[in-house]
């Protein structure tokens, strides 16, 4: 049980200005004295609902602005679904809880308040082949840390408002690694169940004993036990996971105390974000806080409970968020004249050099059996370890960027780990300092698979608490340059493959993660099975599994796939080297926002399996033609999809917008870009199309384009 205030001391008293008593429409809800409200049926019409969300709607799918933004914003996703438990799903991509804009659509649209155990469910139709069954809960055990070398520290249990015990988190502590925590609760016969159910705020009974003093909300159990110990109102959320409902909070005074890290700082803005409009926030910084100390530290040096009340009194509390959006007013164009670039222009930073840049998201699919998995880990490994500059281009190019790097695995379990790292570490350069820079973590044997993305009926589209918890471990890591999630489908517990706001979803998720971290995060994934080969960088995007919101939502696919038994033997017949099945795989950049090399690369598996770049061998400097018109195809239609098409000549020619195309095209003559683009046109690969309201043709698209669809719109300021 959590710790009770030092005898003698009893409740700390605070100066008239630090109370505020709750609000008796609160308190009869605390006492149960409020009758509940009920619920009325509700029809509910996506054209009403979009209107007084001051967006549109296309058949049950309504685009509207988020709270707080502009009205010409569209990241608040509403789906009206007769079988979600409130009748609509709502999903927010600009990083909002999915709680609050939940209430958000409620409050705008007028509808009433929803009751769950009022809920009667219909019978079962098709939507359900979504939902998965439950798991049955699996014993407790903490064996695969204490076999690490770590052990129990510490037990807090978080209870309910009557002090039954609802779960327990245990801390644990390690001689030379990071401390890390683990969850149970009891199983009902004296024993535990792994994990928690629904989360509580930690010391909840004192929360609701005390309704006038404020409460300071911390980063971890052990603070809110210091700040008791000296007669505080104190709490935390579980490893961050707040509650849903934070009834209790409602008009009190809370003030946030941040640890001095990056994950500190992120913890504290949840936690603002999560409780402003609830109660009165006002945030708190320690002065002299050493790195990464927290409020237990500042006491340690010294400090005392009266200059934290005289800190708290001294700040202003944060804005509460009406939801009401800003007036257009705040954004003031003047403020970005171009005269205010001044200098060089930063140059984009390569983890591999001219394919993929750092600090951004992507994704590398392969067809299954082909190896990537392997040739990621081998990235990894000259990431953390310095990559020779002698030795093969992998993916593309060289690495040139060096520190840490995480590769996170459900796939493979520690054995066969072991085994590659030892194949590829043949200097073992794993047992110097720079093996602490390479992390890869076997799910397998490191307690199973975790979910990092799911789907809530309540809540729509989620985060899980595994995936933040690894963002703030990933956070902690100063030098972090590469994060690898292998494969994809594994931990997003999603219908990627149906559903463009799932992939969108998650897109955008790794996208503030990379954002972030200013670390390249990759996601490894599948092709799909074709009947066809694949002959292009055009037709391997294509083969990619998925929604296209999936590949266009990361900045960066690189994909690979096994080259056809004709065309394999004849580069193996080049190579001096004997064919087997599998032997000969390609790859290339098949989408990028911004520069990168498109050239078709040749992959060769050595005796361990690895991948290596064998196209310097058969010449690939100067590329296939076959090669070039693809890298042309992908660089019409992503010029088209960003609504600035190409025109075969005149301003908005390929050749006079030449700067916008891949190396190696640039590097063609007038004539010669001319006849490439004449032999794709001819192929059938690109089209020319007339744009709405103009009778030429004359814009370059994909047969599959906007543009060739008639619905392609030009960026304002493109040439026409």
Same mark, same amino acid.
């Given at each position: 049980?959590?710790?009770? +205030?030092?005898?003698?001391?009893?409740?700390?008293?605070?100066?008239?200005?630090?109370?505020? /008593?709750?609000?008796?429409?609160?308190?009869?809800?605390?006492?149960?004295?409020?009758?509940?409200?009920?619920?009325?049926?509700?029809?509910?019409?996506?054209?009403?609902?979009?209107?007084?969300?001051?967006?549109?709607?296309?058949?049950?799918?309504?685009?509207?602005?988020?709270?707080?933004?502009?009205?010409?914003?569209?990241?608040?996703?509403?789906?009206?679904?007769?079988?979600?438990?409130?009748?609509?799903?709502?999903?927010?991509?600009?990083?909002?809880?999915?709680?609050?804009?939940?209430?958000?659509?409620?409050?705008?649209?007028?509808?009433?308040?929803?009751?769950?155990?009022?809920?009667?469910?219909?019978? +079962?139709?098709?939507?359900?082949?979504?939902?998965?069954?439950?798991?049955?809960?699996?014993?407790?055990?903490?064996?695969?840390?204490?076999?690490?070398?770590? !052990?129990?520290?510490?037990?807090?249990?978080?209870?309910?408002?009557?002090?039954?015990?609802?779960?327990?988190?245990?801390?644990?502590?390690?001689?030379?690694?990071?401390?890390?925590?683990?969850?149970?609760?009891?199983?009902?016969?004296?024993?535990?169940?792994?994990?928690?159910?629904?989360?509580?705020?930690?010391?909840?009974?004192?929360?609701?004993?005390?309704?006038?003093?404020?409460?300071?909300?911390?980063?971890?159990?052990?603070?809110?036990?210091?700040?008791?110990?000296?007669?505080?109102?104190?709490?935390?959320?579980?490893?961050?996971?707040?509650?849903?409902?934070?009834?209790?909070?409602?008009?009190?005074?809370?003030?946030?105390? !941040?640890?001095?890290?990056?994950?500190?700082?992120?913890?504290?803005?949840?936690?603002?974000?999560?409780?402003?409009?609830?109660?009165?926030?006002?945030?708190?910084?320690?002065?002299?806080?050493?790195?990464?100390?927290?409020?237990?530290?500042?006491?340690?040096?010294?400090?005392?409970?009266?200059?934290?009340?005289?800190?708290?009194?001294?700040?202003?509390?944060? /804005?509460?968020?009406?939801?009401?959006?800003?007036?257009?007013?705040?954004?003031?164009?003047?403020?970005?004249?171009?005269?205010?670039?001044?200098?060089?222009?930063? +140059?984009?930073?390569?983890?591999?050099?001219?394919?993929?840049?750092?600090?951004?998201?992507?994704?590398?699919?392969?067809?299954?059996?082909?190896?990537?998995?392997?040739?990621?880990?081998?990235?990894?490994?000259?990431?953390?370890?310095?990559?020779?500059?002698?030795?093969?281009?992998?993916?593309?190019?060289?690495?040139?960027?060096?520190?840490?790097? &995480?590769?996170?695995?459900?796939?493979?379990?520690?054995?066969?780990?072991?085994?590659?790292?030892?194949?590829?570490?043949?200097?073992?350069?794993?047992?110097?300092?720079?093996?602490?820079?390479?992390?890869?973590?076997?799910?397998?044997?490191?307690?199973?698979?975790?979910?990092?993305?799911?789907?809530?009926?309540?809540?729509?589209?989620?985060?899980?608490?595994?995936?933040?918890?690894?963002?703030?471990?990933?956070?902690?890591?100063?030098?972090?340059?590469?994060?690898?999630?292998?494969?994809?489908?594994?931990?997003?517990?999603?219908?990627?493959?149906?559903?463009?706001?799932?992939?969108?979803?998650?897109?955008?998720?790794?996208?503030?993660? !990379?954002?972030?971290?200013?670390?390249?995060?990759?996601?490894?994934?599948?092709?799909?099975?074709?009947?066809?080969?694949?002959?292009?960088?055009?037709?391997?995007?294509?083969?990619?599994?998925?929604?296209?919101?999936?590949?266009?939502?990361?900045?960066?696919?690189?994909?690979?796939?096994? !080259?056809?038994?004709?065309?394999?033997?004849?580069?193996?017949?080049?190579?001096?080297?004997?064919?087997?099945?599998?032997?000969?795989?390609?790859?290339? &950049?098949?989408?990028?926002?911004?520069?990168?090399?498109?050239?078709?690369?040749?992959?060769?598996?050595?005796?361990?399996?690895?991948?290596?770049?064998?196209?310097?061998?058969?010449?690939?400097?100067?590329?296939?033609?076959?090669?070039?018109?693809?890298?042309?195809?992908?660089?019409?239609?992503?010029?088209?999809?960003?609504?600035?098409?190409?025109?075969?000549?005149?301003?908005?020619?390929?050749?006079?917008?030449?700067?916008?195309?891949?190396?190696?095209?640039?590097?063609?003559?007038?004539?010669?870009?001319?006849?490439?683009?004449?032999?794709?046109?001819?192929?059938?690969?690109?089209?020319?199309?007339?744009?709405?309201?103009?009778?030429?043709?004359?814009?370059?698209?994909?047969?599959?384009?906007?543009?060739?669809?008639?619905?392609?719109?030009?960026?304002?300021?493109?040439?026409?």
């Amino acid at each position: 049980m959590p710790p009770t +205030p030092t005898v003698g001391e009893g409740p700390r008293r605070f100066p008239p200005q630090w109370r505020k /008593p709750l609000p008796q429409s609160q308190l009869s809800i605390l006492r149960g004295t409020e009758p509940p409200m009920n619920n009325t049926a509700v029809q509910l019409d996506p054209r009403q609902i979009a209107q007084s969300l001051g967006g549109t709607a296309r058949g049950n799918q309504i685009s509207a602005p988020a709270p707080g933004h502009s009205r010409k914003d569209r990241s608040l996703s509403v789906r009206i679904d007769p079988s979600a438990p409130e009748g609509f799903v709502v999903n927010g991509f600009a990083g909002e809880d999915p709680l609050g804009l939940r209430d958000y659509v409620r409050t705008k649209a007028g509808l009433p308040d929803w009751e769950p155990q009022r809920r009667v469910h219909t019978a +079962p139709t098709s939507h359900l082949r979504l939902v998965k069954t439950a798991e049955p809960p699996k014993p407790f055990t903490d064996y695969h840390l204490t076999r690490q070398g770590y !052990a129990h520290a510490a037990t807090y249990d978080y209870v309910d408002g009557s002090g039954e015990v609802l779960f327990e988190v245990l801390r644990y502590e390690h001689p030379t690694e990071p401390k890390t925590f683990t969850q149970r609760r009891p199983d009902g016969n004296g024993g535990w169940f792994a994990g928690r159910g629904d989360s509580v705020l930690y010391r909840l009974p004192e929360i609701l004993a005390n309704t006038t003093d404020p409460i300071f909300v911390v980063e971890g159990e052990k603070d809110a036990d210091r700040l008791a110990s000296f007669g505080f109102l104190a709490t935390t959320p579980p490893q961050g996971a707040w509650p849903d409902d934070l009834s209790v909070l409602a008009g009190r005074k809370i003030y946030v105390l !941040a640890d001095n890290d990056v994950p500190g700082e992120r913890k504290a803005a949840a936690a603002i974000e999560r409780l402003t409009g609830i109660a009165t926030v006002t945030r708190v910084d320690l002065p002299g806080l050493p790195d990464r100390g927290d409020v237990s530290d500042w006491f340690d040096a010294g400090r005392t409970a009266e200059e934290l009340v005289a800190l708290c009194i001294d700040a202003a509390p944060l /804005p509460a968020n009406d939801n009401t959006p800003p007036s257009e007013s705040a954004l003031s164009i003047f403020d970005w004249t171009v005269d205010r670039f001044v200098g060089a222009a930063p +140059p984009v930073e390569y983890l591999v050099d001219g394919v993929i840049p750092t600090g951004v998201p992507g994704m590398v699919s392969a067809a299954g059996d082909t190896g990537k998995s392997y040739a990621l880990l081998e990235l990894h490994r000259r990431v953390a370890f310095g990559s020779n500059q002698f030795a093969a281009p992998i993916f593309g190019g060289r690495v040139v960027a060096e520190g840490t790097s &995480v590769m996170i695995t459900s796939e493979d379990d520690a054995n066969e780990v072991h085994r590659r790292v030892a194949a590829l570490d043949e200097r073992e350069q794993r047992y110097t300092a720079a093996g602490k820079r390479m992390i890869i973590v076997p799910l397998p044997s490191a307690g199973g698979a975790r979910a990092f993305w799911r789907e809530d009926r309540k809540r729509g589209l989620l985060e899980t608490d595994d995936f933040r918890s690894i963002c703030d471990q990933l956070l902690s890591i100063s030098d972090l340059r590469l994060v690898t999630f292998d494969p994809l489908a594994s931990f997003a517990h999603l219908p990627l493959n149906e559903d463009p706001t799932a992939g969108q979803f998650v897109c955008s998720s790794l996208a503030r993660l !990379a954002s972030e971290t200013k670390a390249t995060v990759l996601v490894a994934h599948h092709m799909r099975k074709s009947k066809a080969p694949i002959e292009t960088l055009s037709d391997a995007r294509e083969a990619i599994r998925g929604t296209t919101a999936l590949v266009d939502g990361l900045r960066l696919a690189y994909a690979m796939w096994p !080259a056809d038994e004709a065309r394999a033997k004849r580069i193996c017949k080049s190579l001096g080297i004997g064919h087997e099945p599998n032997k000969i795989v390609l790859g290339g &950049v098949v989408k990028a926002n911004g520069a990168a090399r498109r050239i078709m690369s040749i992959y060769a598996r050595n005796e361990t399996g690895l991948l290596i770049d064998r196209s310097s061998g058969l010449g690939a400097s100067a590329p296939a033609q076959g090669d070039l018109r693809a890298a042309l195809v992908v660089s019409v239609e992503a010029a088209a999809a960003a609504g600035a098409p190409f025109t075969k000549t005149g301003a908005s020619g390929l050749f006079e917008l030449r700067e916008r195309l891949p190396e190696e095209l640039r590097r063609m003559g007038k004539a010669r870009l001319d006849a490439l683009a004449a032999d794709a046109l001819e192929r059938g690969d690109i089209v020319r199309v007339a744009a709405r309201g103009e009778k030429t043709a004359k814009w370059l698209d994909v047969p599959t384009g906007m543009f060739a669809a008639g619905i392609g719109t030009f960026t304002a300021g493109m040439p026409r």
